[in-house]
C-alpha cells in the first residue's frame, strides 16, 4: 500500500515491519534500527548480503550522541553546516546498535535526512531507522514512491510518499580514519563543498570494498549502458542497436528526440541528478537493447554522476558482468 499517512508508517515501524520512507536523496527502506529481526527483513526484502553495512536515520544531532561515541570536531563541523542534509558520517557506535546495522563493524554510518515527512516520522517513532536505498540490491535507486512501488510494493506494507526526492543521489559518506577525513562515497554533496568547510579530506581509495556502493557492478538498469565522451560517435558504432540516449544541454544527432533523455541545460548538475534515476528506471521500461550515457566534467556534482554510470556501465554490451540484483 502507498500513501501519505506518517501515523501509519510510524504504527508499521513500531511494530517491527519494513516501510519505504522519502528522503531528499532516494527512498529507503526503512526498519527500527534498535530491532534485529526488523533489521534483518530489511536485508531479506533487498536481497542484501548481510556484510553490507546499513545507514541509520536520526532525527537530530542530539540522537546522534545517543547512538555513537566521540564526535571529532570536523565531524561536527560537518553537521553544523550539512545537517539535516546528504551527509552521512562513519562514526564510532555505543552498545545501542546491533551487530546486524553495522555488519559487526565498530563504526556505524548515521545521518539526518533533509525531508519533512521522514523528520517527523522520526519524531514520531523516536527511534533509529535503519533504512538502505529502496530497491533489490544492485539495481537502479527509487526516487519517487512509484518506484518503489513497482520494485518492492508486494514486499511491504506500506510506501510513504514524500513526493519525488530532490536530489535525486545518494549521501556522501564521510569517514575519519586514524583522524583524516575521508569521502568514502562521493554523492549529493560534492567535495569541494566539504574541502570549504573542513579543509582537505582524501577519498577512499582502499582495496577492501567498505560498501557496496564501491562494489563494480551497481545503480544497475538491466538494459546494457555505455558511458562516453564522444556520445555521437558511440551512436553511429551502436546504430544497429535499438537505443536510448541520456545527455545534457542539447540533443546528439543520430537519435529521435523521444528516445533521448536531457537531464539538464546549461550545466546544471543538480537537476541532472534530480533526473538521472527516474530517467534509467524509464528507460528499462522502454525495453532498448542499449543505453548510452554522456561522461560528465568531472567538477562538482559531476564526480558523483559519472561514479553512478561508471557502475551502471560495468553490466555493459558483452563484458560478462552480472548484475547483483
Ligand atoms: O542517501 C542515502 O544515503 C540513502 C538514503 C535512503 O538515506 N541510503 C543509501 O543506503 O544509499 P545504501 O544502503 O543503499 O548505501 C549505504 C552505503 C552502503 O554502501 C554501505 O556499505 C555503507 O553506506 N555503509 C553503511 N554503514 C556502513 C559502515 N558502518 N561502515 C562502512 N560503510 C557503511
Ligand atoms: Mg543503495
Redesign the pocket.
Known amino acids: 500500500m502507498r500513501g501519505t499517512d506518517i501515523q501509519l508508517a510510524a504504527e508499521y515501524l513500531l511494530l517491527g515491519e519494513t516501510v519505504a520512507?522519502p528522503?531528499e536523496?532516494?527512498?529507503?527502506l526503512a526498519a527500527n534500527a534498535l530491532d534485529e529481526t526488523a533489521v534483518a527483513r530489511v536485508f531479506d526484502v533487498k536481497q542484501?548480503p548481510l556484510h553490507?553495512?546499513?545507514?541509520i536515520?536520526v532525527a537530530d544531532a542530539d540522537q546522534i550522541t545517543r547512538y555513537t561515541t566521540g564526535l571529532l570536531p570536523a565531524a561536527q563541523k560537518l553537521l553544523s553546516h550539512f545537517a539535516p542534509g546528504?551527509l552521512?558520517l562513519?562514526l564510532p557506535r555505543n552498545s545501542s546498535i546491533p551487530d546486524i546495522?553495522?555488519?559487526g563493524?565498530p563504526?556505524?554510518?548515521v545521518?539526518i535526512?533533509d525531508h519533512p515527512v521522514t523528520l517527523e516520522l522520526l519524531r514520531l517513532t523516536d527511534l533509529p531507522l535503519a533504512?538502505?536505498?529502496?530497491n533489490p540490491f544492485g539495481y537502479i535507486?527509487p526516487t519517487t514512491a512509484g518506484h518503489v512501488e513497482k520494485m518492492l510494493g508486494e514486499k511491504i506494507p506500506y510506501v510513504l510518499d514524500g513526493g519525488p526526492c530532490d536530489a535525486g543521489i545518494?549521501?556522501t559518506?564521510i569517514?575519519f580514519p586514524d583522524g583524516v577525513p575521508t569521502i568514502?562515497?562521493e554523492?549529493?554533496i560534492p567535495k569541494d563543498k566539504i574541502e570549504k568547510i573542513i579543509g582537505p579530506v582524501a577519498v577512499f581509495a582502499g582495496k577492501k570494498i567498505?560498501?557496496?556502493?564501491?562494489s563494480a557492478v551497481h545503480y544497475s538498469p538491466n538494459t546494457p549502458l555505455i558511458l562516453c565522451d564522444d556520445i555521437e560517435q558511440a551512436i553511429r558504432d551502436h546504430d544497429h542497436f535499438r537505443m536510448g540516449v541520456i545527455t545534457y544541454g542539447n540533443y546528439a544527432a543520430g537519435v529521435t528526440a523521444d528516445n533521448q533523455w536531457i537531464l539538464c541545460k546549461d550545466n546544471d548538475w543538480q537537476t541532472a541528478a534530480h533526473n538521472l534515476y527516474a530517467a534509467l528506471h524509464e528507460m528499462d521500461e522502454r525495453n532498448y537493447e542499449l543505453i548510452i550515457a554522456k561522461t560528465f566534467p568531472e567538477t562538482g556534482l559531476g564526480s558523483a554522476l559519472n561514479d553512478r554510470l561508471r557502475r551502471a556501465a560495468m553490466k555493459g554490451v558483452g563484458n560478462g558482468n552480472q548484475a547483483t540484483n
Open positions: 520512507i528522503t536523496t532516494v527512498y529507503g542484501r553490507n553495512p546499513l545507514i536515520h546528504p552521512t562513519l546495522v553495522t555488519a563493524s563504526l556505524v554510518a545521518r535526512p533504512a538502505p536505498s529502496a535507486s545518494e549521501s559518506i569517514g568514502y562515497r554523492g549529493a567498505h560498501a557496496p556502493g564501491m
